[in-house]
């Protein structure tokens, strides 16, 4: 009887301490697997502009859990290019305009897919641009120059990249110093697809696609549903490669082309092939629990403005006359919307180098 009225005490004593409590709280769960997706280019009113385009129905992207707003600027200049941009995004570092996946100093910066890859998981990278152009080159090579190019491609020989999907197959094959990038791929074990239905055969082991000779058409040129399937095909190849978890980033590269040439049919329709691709990677993540997807863009481009008037479905574009501030980039800050596992992570005002330091943080990666 002594004892049991000890024992009481004692539970009576933790619960009031709060260890009770404490012990219930459920442990956050782990984040597996990193889906980090940027659309070029993409500003809020680029996505605004999307949403009205349609009736105001909301993007794919807006189901995001948590979202968040992040700074632009590069080391030298308020407004980033993409190098710059890619380069902070994928190394936590801020660095000069044109840039590579180095420092200021031209020093060369590890990426998160090179320290996913060291950790023992799986990589992938897939854009709408070749895979040697700036934003993809910033997860996986250290050049002084985004310009170049074929010393990005030779970069990938020095990874261990799971697969990339893109164009610029031109950058590998077709070389000033006369080597052959897919022979040498093939014989590190890749299997190298230049179709669509090649990446959709594919089973198992490393893949390089490398589909068109240099970009990935835009949307108007007939790209169809590439980079909703790229990504599809990419997310089964790594969950099922990689017992230990992954890390992708897929950019949607165009819709900066569209902000650059001040045409927003280029905005809405590459803005709205992104967000196929989102809608892929959130019902990838509402599959398997452990996923986090990250989408953010790696500046504003053109400086869109959407004017005030009454809705009118019969005219092209609705009768709103979108009106550009700039044939260049701008340093508006960026959305940053976060879905799944980890999401609430990113819901502040965030350094864009802050996004891949914290994405480390979650999937644990050692130095
Ligand atoms: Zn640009």
Same mark, same amino acid.
């Given at each position: 009887?002594?004892? !049991?009225?000890?024992?009481?005490?004692l539970v009576l004593l933790a619960s009031v301490t709060g260890q009770r409590t404490e012990a219930r709280k459920p442990a956050e769960p782990r984040v597996k697997?990193?889906?980090?997706?940027?659309?070029?280019? #993409?500003? $809020?009113?680029?996505?605004?502009?999307?949403?009205?385009?349609?009736?105001?129905?909301? *993007?794919?992207?807006?189901?995001?859990h948590y979202? &968040?707003?992040?700074?632009?600027?590069?080391?030298?200049?308020?407004?980033?290019?993409?190098?710059?941009?890619?380069?902070? $995004?994928?190394?936590?570092?801020?660095?000069?305009?044109? +840039?590579?996946?180095?420092?200021?100093?031209?020093?060369? $910066?590890?990426?998160?897919?090179?320290?996913?890859?060291?950790?023992? *998981?799986?990589?992938?990278? %897939?854009?709408? +641009?070749?895979?040697?152009?700036?934003?993809?080159?910033?997860?996986?090579? +250290?050049?002084?120059?985004?310009?170049?190019?074929?010393?990005?491609?030779?970069?990938?020989?020095?990874?261990?990249? /799971? $697969?990339?999907?893109?164009?610029?197959?031109? #950058?590998?094959?077709?070389?000033?110093? &006369?080597?052959?990038?897919?022979?040498?791929?093939?014989?590190?074990?890749?299997?190298?697809?230049? @179709? #669509? /239905?090649?990446?959709?055969?594919?089973?198992?082991?490393?893949?390089?696609?490398? *589909?068109?000779? @240099?970009?990935?058409?835009?949307?108007?040129?007939?790209?169809?549903?590439?980079?909703?399937?790229?990504?599809?095909?990419?997310?089964?190849?790594?969950?099922?490669?990689?017992?230990?978890?992954?890390?992708?980033?897929?950019?949607?590269?165009?819709?900066?082309?569209?902000?650059?040439?001040? /045409?927003?049919?280029?905005? !809405?329709?590459?803005?709205?092939?992104?967000?196929?691709?989102?809608?892929?990677?959130?019902?990838?993540?509402?599959?398997?629990p452990g996923t986090l997807?990250?989408?953010?863009? /790696?500046?504003?481009?053109? &400086?869109?403005?959407?004017?005030?008037?009454?809705?009118?479905?019969?005219?092209?574009?609705?009768? %709103?006359?979108?009106?550009?501030?700039?044939?260049?980039?701008?340093? @508006?800050?960026?959305?940053?919307?976060a879905?799944g596992t980890g999401a609430m992570h990113f819901s502040r %005002?965030?350094?864009?180098?802050?996004?891949?330091?914290i #994405?480390?943080q979650l999937l644990r990666?050692?130095?």
């Amino acid at each position: 009887m002594k004892t !049991i009225c000890k024992f009481l005490l004692l539970v009576l004593l933790a619960s009031v301490t709060g260890q009770r409590t404490e012990a219930r709280k459920p442990a956050e769960p782990r984040v597996k697997n990193v889906i980090f997706m940027i659309g070029d280019g #993409m500003g $809020l009113a680029d996505i605004t502009a999307t949403a009205i385009n349609r009736g105001c129905v909301p *993007l794919q992207i807006e189901r995001a859990h948590y979202v &968040g707003l992040a700074r632009t600027y590069s080391a030298n200049n308020r407004v980033t290019d993409s190098a710059a941009a890619g380069t902070a $995004l994928a190394t936590g570092h801020k660095t000069n305009n044109g +840039h590579i996946g180095v420092d200021p100093d031209k020093k060369p $910066l590890k990426s998160i897919l090179e320290k996913a890859e060291e950790n023992g *998981l799986a990589t992938g990278l %897939v854009a709408t +641009h070749s895979v040697t152009n700036a934003t993809p080159a910033a997860f996986i090579a +250290h050049q002084p120059s985004r310009k170049m190019e074929e010393e990005i491609a030779a970069d990938y020989l020095k990874t261990d990249i /799971d $697969l990339f999907i893109g164009g610029g197959r031109k #950058m590998f094959t077709r070389r000033e110093d &006369g080597r052959d990038l897919t022979r040498e791929l093939q014989e590190k074990g890749y299997t190298i697809a230049y @179709t #669509m /239905d090649e990446v959709k055969a594919f089973e198992r082991g490393k893949l390089g696609g490398l *589909l068109y000779d @240099t970009s990935v058409p835009t949307m108007a040129q007939g790209r169809g549903d590439y980079l909703p399937q790229a990504t599809a095909k990419a997310l089964e190849i790594l969950g099922r490669n990689s017992p230990k978890g992954f890390f992708i980033m897929v950019e949607g590269s165009q819709i900066d082309k569209g902000g650059h040439g001040n /045409d927003i049919r280029t905005i !809405i329709d590459e803005t709205t092939d992104f967000d196929n691709a989102v809608k892929v990677a959130y019902d990838y993540a509402d599959r398997h629990p452990g996923t986090l997807v990250v989408v953010t863009a /790696d500046h504003e481009t053109g &400086g869109v403005t959407l004017p005030s008037g009454k809705p009118d479905f019969t005219l092209p574009d609705q009768g %709103v006359k979108y009106t550009f501030s700039t044939k260049s980039h701008t340093a @508006t800050y960026v959305p940053v919307y976060a879905y799944g596992t980890g999401a609430m992570h990113f819901s502040r %005002v965030l350094e864009n180098t802050e996004i891949p330091q914290i #994405m480390e943080q979650l999937l644990r990666l050692r130095k």
